[in-house]
């Protein structure tokens, strides 16, 4: 075993496809050496990379492939040899073939006689040999975005390759890529050690980098980052917010990072701090300092990629490239407070929302409608849910909101705090609605919460059930990867909220109401196919179906899932409880054979051809097994009625539990398709009436494999 080192060089790489990038080149080169038989010891091993390098480090690959075993099926015997046991010339060119005297050929029985086999066994071949190969296959298999040519190349790549190491132990590896020779030399920092790097064995190769200011290992940098971003925020007096996204971004922009403490005027801070944050992440990749109460203080962390004596110079131009974003953030502020939320919803009427749904303002008026109908259910004030309503899309005729579009409802929320036309309500109510402004925007992205208010939540939820009402209606339904009105994630945040909030909601009825919300226009005009026969039923069955992978997300088996879902209850939160009871139940001793004994009588009944009645007749209970099971479906009703009346559903399911016994025995004594009509019409009426009440919390059938 040897130590493999694979590095490109290139100009600077794209930041965020840097990661995958080198991920990729990482598993090309393992996937394609186990291919070949390689044998690798990776230990540790994982992507090596920086801005101007891709880099794979094996720690123990094999130097040669495993002997290489080879089988070669010839002529049949009958074929083979003649009457006098002499080669024909089917043989004997077989034979000349494998480059071997026929009588050293061994033979072999199959399903159709005895024939000539050739076998043999090779060195395999140097892994030195195979590795420019695997170099190429592991390129061609990488993801490039945009791929780039340079000079008077036909080759391409994400940017321009200037150098190539190759080494497995202390050996260059013969090899090239992108008209490059593999060599030993890598090079260092492009400012602090801008020159070639000597690689003795690829053991030495992350050390070596380290001295010329390259720290090539991602995770290395990133707590390196983090240690010297939270060091200076505490000599600021603060703590520094770190977010993932950003802290990545810098990552893949350094290869020696050093933190540099700036400040920038106290006056901005009147500005939303969102909008400040927002342009120092998004626009500068800095970090923000915060106090101790989680508020945005004068002081922020710049990363460089050097390591000055004096960081002054760098610190002013830090400090400088800032100054104009946050001066038009606090211009656009300053200006949308005095055009005030009145004038901004007023202009909405301007704006076309969607051909068929009309204008933004249109749209905000059915929102407002549905929230002033939901607000009662949730213990919300219907005026207020209403009012909070008619502003929630005011601030996307804001001057800020139009320069940082991340910040919608962010904006409204802040403009709603200080506007007049609130000032009749009381300071709580203010907040309230304030606050609702911001809410009814989340969840923005997958992990993100939920509304946290009764009166955010409201809003969430008229604003999604209308986006999907009128989505559906205009004939926008998703296809493939294409959802221009995102009516995949609007379907999963309407349900998270409603589920995760515990609100007991008709969302049947709901949707029903927003569709009937809709103007003529989206209604008369159909899109085709079921949604224009039963729109609700159609927006309902979308909402189950982002509910599948919500689930699997949490690990509810899809049999679960589908259990509850054939059910269709109209409460989204009752369809939560009775997933998380069949997933008690499913633990159960009994549950598998009570979900294929219901499988089995809803196969009869099906096939029945008759009219079951009501209920047996008990009268015609003949056998101890039938009259058995009769007492005991009777006894489960009784048990059960109460506990799925308030919705306790692992109780109920542990009484339809103890029915194993008795369902067992039934179908050991008991025959149910006799030929006199009355037996047999009672035993399927007791049938049915078990069924109906094993599958009142799920359709236990599908916990059957």
Known sequence: MATLLIELGTEELPVKALPGLAQALFDGVLSALEKRGVAVERGAAKPLYTPRRLAVLLPGVAVEQPQQASEVFGPYVNIALDGDGQPTKALLGFAAKAGVEWTALERA???KGERFV??????GAQTAALLPEILREAIAGMPIPKPMRWGGHDFAFARPVHWLVMLLGKDVVD????????????????????????ISTPDDYVEALRGAKVLVDAQERRARIVAEVEAAAKAA?????????????????VEWPKAVSCAFEEEFLAVPQEALVATMEANQKFFPVLDDAGRLTSRFIGIANIEPKDDSEIRKGYERVIRPRFADAKFFFVEDMKQGLDSMNAG?????????LGTVADKVARVAALAEAIAPQVGVNAALARRAALLSKADLQSRLVNEFPELQGIAGRHYA???ASLSDLSHEDRVAVANALDEAWQPRFAADDIALSALGKVLAIAERLDTLAGGFAAGLKPTGNKDPFALRRNALGLARTVIESGLELDIVQLIDRAVDHLPESAKSEPASGTERMAPTLYIYDFI???????YAEKGVPVQQFNAVAQLEPRSLYDLDRRIDAIGIFAQLPEAEALAAANKRILNILRK??????????????????????AEAVEAVYAETGHALAKGDYVDALAHLARLRPRVDAFFDAVMVNVEDAALRSNRLALLKRLADRLGSVAAIEHLSA
């Open 109 to 111: 029985t199959d399903a």
């Open 118 to 123: 050739h076998r043999a066994v090779t060195s």
């Open 175 to 198: 090899g090239e890529a992108f008209g490059i020779r593999a060599d030993r030399f890598s090079r260092g920092h492009r400012f602090l050690h801008d020159r070639q790097v000597w």
């Open 237 to 253: 007096g603060g703590s520094a917010r770190i977010d993932a996204d950003n802290l990545q971004q810098v990552v893949c922009l």
């Open 348 to 356: 909405l009427a301007s704006v076309t929302y969607q051909a068929k």
């Open 417 to 419: 705090m200080q506007d």
């Open 544 to 550: 189950l179906d982002r509910l599948k992978g919500y």
């Open 608 to 629: 029945a051809d008759e009219e079951i009645p009501a209920i047996e007749d008990k009268a015609l209970l003949q056998e101890p097994a039938e009259l058995a099971l």
